[in-house]
């Protein structure tokens, strides 16, 4: 499985930013997807996660309200849409995959490289 982020950048406090994951590899509908991310000099975190159906997801209590994680089949497409973004978002966002994670928050076998999202005050 390999696993492609994009659409990181610089954007200001009160801004949006839509990251997008490709997947390829493995059929995207037999995958629980989510976002991790990890700010400088901190461990990484959950943010949100997406049932393989679609009917599920789960989000971190931090982002709550203001980022919304979706899934394409079409595309074979995960993304995490980001709103009301704050300077403390800052941080490399990773999209993960895996077939049966352990945990919603952890265990997921494949994972990006990552894309930086920065937020300015």
């Known amino acids: 499985v390999q696993l492609l982020e994009v659409g990181g950048g610089l954007v200001q406090a009160g801004g949006s930013r839509s990251l997008p994951c490709s997947v390829s590899g493995r059929i995207f509908t037999i995958l629980s997807m989510a976002w991790f991310r990890q700010a400088p000099g901190k461990e990484r975190e959950f943010v949100a996660a997406i049932s393989r159906t679609g009917e599920k997801t789960v989000y971190a209590d931090s982002v709550k309200g203001r980022f919304t994680i979706s899934r394409d089949e079409g595309k074979n497409t995960e993304y995490l849409q980001m709103n009301s973004l704050k300077p403390e978002d800052t941080a490399v966002y990773y999209c993960?995959?895996?077939?049966?994670?352990?945990?919603?928050?952890?265990?997921?076998?494949?994972w990006g490289q990552g894309t930086p999202v920065t937020v300015s005050s």
């Open positions: 993960a995959a895996d077939l049966s994670p352990a945990n919603y928050s952890y265990g997921y076998e494949y």
